[in-house]
């Protein structure tokens, strides 16, 4: 008997320790949870507020462009920084890539543009292929920079068609509450990668 009492005495005191380390294992993951979609609603945040999709896809064109000029404006001894900007570029690029290819593109589609979606589209697999290309180059010489520009008038021009042809056809067509309807998918799109 006085084993069995021993083991009781075992058991009782482990229970509550394997209990409160499950509730702190159960309370780590929920705020890890929270963080996550605190820090999505953050990085989605200037998109939202921008407007509807067309304004919210030109603030996110800018935000690009800006760190265009963070990464062109580093020499060639910033090669920690220049990785860092081109991380976030890239990221920045995903994520909005994400937006237009799930929801503005098949409604320029079905809107009746076809080719000028086709065209955006087939232009993001070159804007995948320029971030790759910068990803696996030396970025601390010259040809890094001249990749860069080469990039950033390449993208101008895809987002100067989207601005001032495309996106204005598309939301013409389109009804106000499609529009509302356009802009909710985006930003559900948006928070996916944020």
Request: charged share 30%; no cysteine; hydrophobic share 40%.
């Amino acid at each position: 008997m006085a084993t069995t009492e021993a083991n009781r005495d075992k058991t009782s005191d482990t229970n509550p320790t394997l209990g409160k380390l499950a509730g702190a294992g159960v309370a780590g993951v929920a705020l890890g949870v929270l963080a996550m979609i605190a820090r999505k609603a953050a990085v989605q945040a200037p998109t939202y507020l921008a407007g509807e999709w067309d304004e919210a896809l030109a603030a996110e064109h800018k935000a690009v462009l800006k760190l265009f000029d963070a990464l062109e404006a580093t020499g060639p001894e910033a090669t920690t920084k220049r990785t860092i900007l081109l991380t976030q570029m890239k990221h920045a690029l995903a994520k909005h890539a994400l937006e237009e290819e799930n929801t503005v593109y098949p409604a320029l589609r079905e809107a009746g543009e076809v080719a000028g979606a086709d065209e955006l589209n087939a232009e993001h697999g070159y804007v995948k292929q320029y971030l790759y290309e910068l990803e696996n180059m030396p970025n601390d010489g010259a040809a890094f920079l001249e990749k860069v520009r080469k990039f950033r008038t390449d993208i101008e021009d895809h987002m100067r068609e989207e601005e001032q042809e495309l996106f204005p056809k598309l939301k013409a067509k389109l009804s106000p509450e499609r529009n509302k309807q356009l802009t909710m998918a985006m930003n559900k799109e948006g928070f996916k990668l944020a």
